[in-house]
């Protein structure tokens, strides 16, 4: 299972640390990514740490905001996220995959959690 918590409604310009709590297997054996989608939109692939490395990809709209950790003992994948904005409203995602890599299909999600920017 994943589950991810840290959500909920922040200001703009302010910060969140978004969790993934993953059970049932080991995160040095699987890569986490972050993605997000808020209604009627796409989804957004964010991030992605590598299980054997921990070696993390962003993609180039979040550079610079976002940064992904994780800490193998508690078995958690942390998504900080700064300076956010209204446009960053949006539930929120960690999912499995062998790899970051697009070879790799992500067969696992968690449930999601909802972030809402807004003064």
């Known amino acids: 299972h994943l589950v991810e918590s840290g959500g909920g409604l922040v200001q703009p310009g302010g910060s969140l640390r978004l969790s993934c709590l993953a059970s049932g297997f080991k995160l040095d054996s699987y890569a986490i990514g972050w993605f997000r989608q808020a209604p009627g939109k796409e989804g957004d692939g964010l991030s992605c740490?590598?299980?054997?490395?921990?070696?993390?990809v962003y993609a180039d709209s979040v550079k610079g905001r976002f940064t992904t950790s994780r800490d193998i003992a508690k078995n958690m994948v942390y998504l900080e996220i700064t300076n956010l904005q209204p446009e960053d409203t949006s539930a929120y995602y960690c999912?499995?995959?062998?790899?970051?890599?697009?070879?790799?299909?992500?067969?696992?999600w968690g449930q999601g959690t909802q972030v809402t920017v807004s003064s």
């Open positions: 740490i590598n299980g054997n490395t921990g070696s993390t």
């Open positions: 999912a499995r995959a062998k790899a970051c890599s697009s070879e790799y299909k992500y067969d696992l």
